[in-house]
C-alpha cells in the first residue's frame, strides 16, 4: 500500500473552503491527544479552552479585544503574501506603530482636542509603514531575503521600545516603573455599542471588508494575485514587482502600525515594556487559516483570540500550562498548510505491483 | 560537421527488413489511466533488436506515458512488458537501467556549475574513480563520434554538447534500448545529421532505438518501423520509409492537415513599423545571453522570421522588444516613436502586441480564469475591461467568448483556470488573445512550439492573415519547417548576434545551419 498525491486539473472549490475546516478539526484533536498525556479529561480541556471563553461576558469581551488586532495585521500580511511578499516582522511593526501613534499623548500631553486621535492614528500608520520600508528597500534595491530583515527587525524594535519607556518617556510620576504616562481621555479610543468593545472593532471590520472589495473586484487586487502566482506573467502585464513590493510592505506594516496604536490607545493606555502578547506572529496563523482573504481573516482571528483567552482558561482551571496556547496555535498553522496541498491535489492509495500480480487495473 | 555527412546519411538511411524474430522489448496490452483519462488503451508495441524504432502523435496522445512506463517512472494498470523474451516488472528507473534501457529526455538533467565528468558520475550507479571515469567518457564519446572534453563546465556548452552528455552518459551504462524524446528539437541540421550517424552506428551494433519526435521528415529518414498513436490508442504501425510526411501527419490527426501557404498572396510591403537599431544589452545573469548590436526593419505586410538554436539571446531579445527589459530609447521604434525605455503597457497602447514563449506562467498565468487572463494583457489597451479601476468581468467574459468561437479553444467547461487547458488550447487561447485586437506589430516567441499539427496550423495560417491585412510580424522560432512555411523574410540569431535578413526564397536549410552555427555571429561583428 502506497499512497500517492495526484494533481488536480484545476483547484478544488470544494477544499479550499475544507481545508481550514479540516486544520481545526486535527487541531483539537491534537489538542486533546496534549491534555490526555498532561492528565486532564480531553473533553474538559477541549470545552474550557475552546468554547467556555464564548459563554460569559467578560470572556467574550476579551476574545473580541485580542482578535481586532489580529484581523488588522492578518488583512495586511494576507496582501503580502498573497503578493508573495514574505513579511514575517509585523509584531515589529506593530510595536512601531504603537510608539509613533504614542508620540502626542506622552510627548505632549497637553495637546488634547478632537484631532488629539485622528493624528495619533495616522502616525501610528505612518510609523509601522515606515519600519515595514527598510526591509522592503532593502529587497528591492539589494535583493536581501526580506523574511530575515523583517524578522530581525522585531527584536530591534522590541528593544528600541524598552528604551524608550524605561528611559525618556518613562512616566515622571510613575515610582520609576517602567511605563509611560497614562493617556488623556483625548487619547483614549471610545467604547462603543454598551461597551462590548472599543472603535478600533468596528474600524477593523470595515478596513478588512474594504480590503476584501478591493482584492477581488479591482485591478490592484489582480495585480497582486497575479505578481504572488506567477511574478513573470505580471511583468507581461507591465506590473512593476519592486512597486508592489514597496505598496504590500507599506500596506501591511501601516495596518500593523495602526493596530499598534489602537491596542495602546484603546486597552493599555499607556506604553509599556511589552505590549502585545505575539499579535504579530499570530497574524500570520490568522491570515493562512483565513485563506489569505479578509472575510475568512475575520473569522480566523476570532478563532486564534480565542486560543488566548482558552490558554489562561485551562491554566486557571485545570492546572495546565498556558504554553498550550503556542503549541495549538503552531499545530493549527502546520495543519492548515499541510490540508491546502488538498486543494490542488488529492489522495489516492495504491496497492503495490507486487501484491497484485495479475495486473489488475488499480486506479480509484 | 557539414554538408558531405548529409548524403551520408541518406544513403544509410536505406529501409532495413523488419524481422520478427529478434523482439527485444514487446508490450502488450499497455494500459494506464490518470483519473478519468485513458492515457494509453492496450498499447501493443514490439521493438526489435538494431531498430530505430519511431514513436508518433500529437501532443497528448500518449507517448510520454508509455515511455516512462518502459523507463519505470510510471507503474502501468494493466498489460504486459516482455524484454529478450521474460516478462518483467520495471519498478523504477534503475530497474530499467539494469534491464539496459536508458533514455535521453527533452529537458536535460544537467548541473550547470558542474563539469561534465561530475555530472556524469552523479547519474551512475556506480561511477567509480573520477580520473577512470574521464577515460571512459573520452573513449566512448569519441568512438560514437560525440566528443566530449570531460573537465568543461556545463554552464559554458551550448544545447548541442549538453545533449551528446546525456546521450554518453547513456552509453556508458552499454543500454540495449535507447528512448530518445524530441532529440533534435535543440540542434542545428547540421548537430541533428550527426546524431543520426550516432544513431545509425548504435542500431547497426544491434542497441535498438526507441524515437520519439514530430518532425516527420527525420522519422523518413533514420527510421525502421513507426508506431503512430492516438488518444491513447495504436491507431496504426507503417515503414516510414515508404510513406511521406503528409501522409504521417494525417495518420497522427486522423484527418488531412490544411498545407498552410504564405506564398499564394504576394505581400503588399509598407512602411516600417518596428525598427531595431543596434540593440545591445548585457546579459543579466551568468547564464543569459547578451544582445550585441542588433538592427533590423520590419514593414507591414512582412513576415519576418528569426530562426536559431534554443538560448541563443531569443528570449532577451522578445523581452527587450516588449519592454519586458528596458533598453536605450533610440535602440528599439514602433512606427518611428522611440520607445527602448518605455513599459509593456505603453507599447501595448501603440498598436503593438506580444506572444511569450512560455504559455504558462508568462503568457498566462496558470491558477486564473481564461477571462482573467485576458485582463492580464488588455486592462490597459483600451478595451474596457478596467473602469475606475474596477474589472469588468462580464467584458473580459465575453470577450473569452469571442476568442474561444474564433480560435476554436477547446474546453471541458466555460471559463477553465489556464493550467487545465493542453498545450495546443492554450496557445491557441493565448495567440487569439493578441490577435483579437488586430495589432499593427505582433512579435511571437515559438508560436507552435509543442502544439498539434492542428492547432499549429491554425496559429500560423492566422500569422500570415494578420501580416496580410497590413500588420507586421515578427516570428522567433526554432523550427525550421515552420519558417520556411510562413516566413516572407530569414534572419538568424546565434550568440546574441542577428544575421541579416534574406528572402526566405533565396535561402536553404544549409545555408540557414551554418548561420546558427556560428555564420550570424561573425555577420554581426563585421556590422
Redesign the interface.
Known amino acids: 500500500m502506497r499512497i500517492e498525491l495526484v494533481k488536480r486539473k484545476e483547484h478544488s472549490e470544494l477544499m479550499s473552503l475544507m481545508s481550514p475546516l479540516i486544520a481545526v478539526g486535527l487541531t483539537a484533536l491534537s489538542a486533546a491527544i496534549i491534555f490526555a498525556i498532561s492528565g486532564v479529561n480531553p473533553a474538559l480541556g477541549l470545552y474550557k479552552f475552546f468554547i467556555e471563553p464564548l459563554t460569559e461576558q467578560w470572556s467574550l469581551e476579551a476574545t473580541i479585544e485580542k482578535a481586532t488586532p489580529l484581523i488588522l495585521i492578518g488583512c495586511g500580511l494576507a496582501v503580502c503574501y498573497l503578493s508573495n511578499n514574505w513579511n514575517i516582522g509585523a509584531e515589529g511593526q506593530f510595536v512601531v506603530g504603537a510608539m509613533f501613534g504614542s508620540i502626542l499623548p506622552v510627548v505632549f500631553p497637553s495637546f488634547e482636542n478632537s484631532l488629539t486621535l485622528p493624528l495619533m492614528l495616522i502616525s501610528g500608520v505612518i510609523g509601522g509603514a515606515l519600519w515595514a520600508m527598510i526591509p522592503a528597500l532593502l529587497k528591492t534595491r539589494f535583493n536581501t531575503n526580506e523574511i530575515l530583515t523583517s524578522l530581525m527587525l522585531v527584536y530591534v524594535a522590541g528593544l528600541l521600545l524598552d528604551y524608550l519607556v524605561r528611559g525618556p518617556w518613562r512616566d515622571p510620576d510613575g515610582f520609576n516603573f517602567p511605563e509611560s504616562r497614562i493617556f488623556s481621555d483625548a487619547a483614549t479610543l471610545p467604547d462603543v455599542f454598551g461597551g462590548m468593545m472599543s472603535l478600533a472593532t468596528p474600524i477593523t471590520i470595515i478596513i478588512a471588508l474594504v480590503l476584501a472589495l478591493v482584492l477581488a473586484k479591482t485591478i490592484k487586487g489582480f495585480e497582486i494575485r497575479v505578481m504572488g502566482e506567477s511574478p513573470r506573467a505580471g511583468s507581461f502585464a507591465g506590473f512593476s514587482a519592486k512597486r508592489l513590493t514597496i505598496f504590500s510592505f507599506a500596506l501591511a506594516g501601516g495596518l500593523a502600525g495602526l493596530a499598534g496604536t489602537m491596542v495602546v490607545s484603546g486597552s493599555l493606555n499607556q506604553l509599556l515594556p511589552s505590549i502585545s502578547p505575539g499579535y504579530g506572529f499570530t497574524a500570520i496563523i490568522v491570515a493562512f487559516l483565513g485563506r489569505l482573504n479578509p472575510i475568512g481573516i475575520i473569522i480566523a482571528g476570532f478563532v486564534l483570540a480565542l486560543s488566548y483567552i482558552g490558554g489562561e482558561g485551562v491554566q486557571s482551571g485545570l492546572g495546565v500550562s498556558n504554553k498550550i496556547a503556542s503549541v495549538i496555535q503552531g499545530l493549527l498553522l502546520f495543519y492548515v498548510l499541510a490540508c491546502d496541498t488538498l486543494i490542488l491535489y488529492r489522495i489516492r492509495m495504491v496497492s503495490r505491483r507486487a501484491a497484485n500480480p495479475a495486473g489488475e487495473v488499480s486506479h480509484v | 560537421m557539414g554538408t558531405e555527412n548529409h548524403s551520408e546519411v541518406d544513403t544509410a538511411a536505406a529501409p532495413f527488413a523488419r524481422s520478427g524474430k529478434d523482439k527485444l522489448l514487446d508490450a502488450q496490452g499497455l ?1 494506464k ?3 478519468d483519462i485513458l492515457a494509453n488503451d492496450a498499447v501493443d508495441l514490439t521493438i526489435n533488436k538494431g531498430e530505430i524504432h519511431a514513436l508518433l502523435g500529437e501532443n497528448g496522445a500518449g507517448k510520454s506515458t508509455l515511455v516512462k512506463m518502459f523507463y519505470g517512472s510510471l ?6 512488458i516482455w524484454w529478450d523474451g521474460q516478462k518483467v ?1 520495471i ?1 523504477n528507473p534503475a530497474a530499467a537501467r539494469e534491464l539496459g534501457i536508458g533514455m535521453v529526455f527533452q529537458h536535460f538533467s544537467l548541473f550547470e556549475a558542474l563539469n561534465v565528468v561530475e555530472n556524469i558520475a552523479l547519474a551512475l550507479p556506480n561511477p567509480g574513480n573520477m580520473k577512470d571515469l574521464a577515460k571512459r567518457i573520452e573513449t566512448v564519446s569519441r568512438e560514437y563520434g560525440l566528443p566530449l572534453n570531460p573537465s568543461d563546465i556545463v554552464a559554458d556548452l551550448p544545447v548541442g554538447i549538453r545533449q551528446r552528455i546525456e546521450i554518453v552518459r547513456c552509453l556508458l551504462q552499454e543500454p540495449r534500448l535507447i528512448i530518445m524524446d524530441e532529440p533534435t528539437s535543440v540542434l542545428t541540421p547540421q548537430e541533428a545529421d550527426q546524431l543520426f550517424l550516432t544513431l545509425q552506428r548504435l542500431a547497426s551494433e544491434g542497441c535498438a532505438v526507441l524515437y520519439i519526435s514530430h518532425r516527420l521528415e527525420e522519422v523518413q529518414r533514420i527510421c525502421h518501423h513507426a508506431t503512430i498513436l492516438r488518444h491513447g490508442q495504436v491507431v496504426n504501425e507503417c515503414d516510414p520509409t515508404k510513406e511521406t510526411p503528409a501522409t504521417l501527419a494525417s495518420m497522427m490527426v486522423g484527418a488531412e492537415v490544411i498545407a498552410v501557404n504564405a506564398a499564394a498572396q504576394k505581400p503588399a510591403i509598407g512602411d516600417v513599423r518596428l525598427g531595431l537599431n543596434r540593440l545591445s544589452a548585457p546579459a543579466a545573469t551568468p547564464f543569459a545571453t547578451a544582445l550585441n548590436n542588433i538592427s533590423l526593419e520590419l514593414r507591414a505586410g512582412e513576415v519576418v522570421a528569426i530562426a536559431g538554436v534554443a538560448g541563443n539571446g531569443q528570449g532577451e531579445l522578445f523581452d527587450a522588444i ?3 527589459m528596458r533598453v536605450a530609447p533610440d535602440m528599439i521604434r514602433l512606427d518611428g516613436a522611440p520607445c527602448g525605455a518605455k ?3 505603453w507599447r ?1 497602447k501603440k498598436n503593438a502586441a ?1 506572444v ?1 514563449e ?1 504559455r504558462l ?8 480564469k481564461l477571462s ?1 487572463n485576458i ?3 488588455r ?2 489597451t483600451g478595451d474596457k475591461l ?1 473602469n475606475g ?3 469588468s468581468t462580464a467584458n473580459a467574459g465575453e470577450m473569452e467568448q469571442r476568442i474561444k468561437k474564433a480560435f476554436d479553444v477547446r474546453m471541458s467547461h466555460d471559463d ?2 489556464a ?2 487547458l493542453s498545450g495546443g488550447n492554450l496557445q491557441k487561447f493565448v495567440v487569439g488573445r493578441e490577435l483579437d485586437r488586430q495589432p499593427g506589430v505582433l512579435v511571437i516567441n515559438q508560436p507552435t512550439w509543442g502544439v498539434d499539427a492542428g492547432a499549429a496550423a491554425l496559429i500560423r495560417q492566422a500569422i500570415i492573415d494578420l501580416a496580410r491585412s497590413g500588420s507586421a510580424v515578427l516570428v522567433i522560432s526554432q523550427d525550421l519547417d515552420e519558417i520556411f512555411e510562413i516566413a516572407d523574410k530569414i534572419a538568424v540569431i546565434s550568440r546574441g548576434y542577428l544575421s541579416e535578413p534574406e528572402p526566405a526564397a533565396d535561402m536553404t536549410r544549409e545555408r540557414v545551419g551554418l548561420l546558427m552555427a556560428g555564420g550570424a555571429e561573425t555577420q554581426g561583428e563585421v556590422a
Open positions: 494500459t489511466r490518470f483519473g507503474e502501468p494498470d494493466g498489460g504486459e516488472a519498478d516588449s519592454g519586458e513599459g509593456i503597457n501595448r506580444f511569450p512560455e506562467g508568462h503568457g498566462a498565468v496558470p491558477g486564473m482573467q485582463v492580464l494583457t486592462h490597459s478596467v479601476g474596477m474589472v477553465p483556470e493550467r487545465s
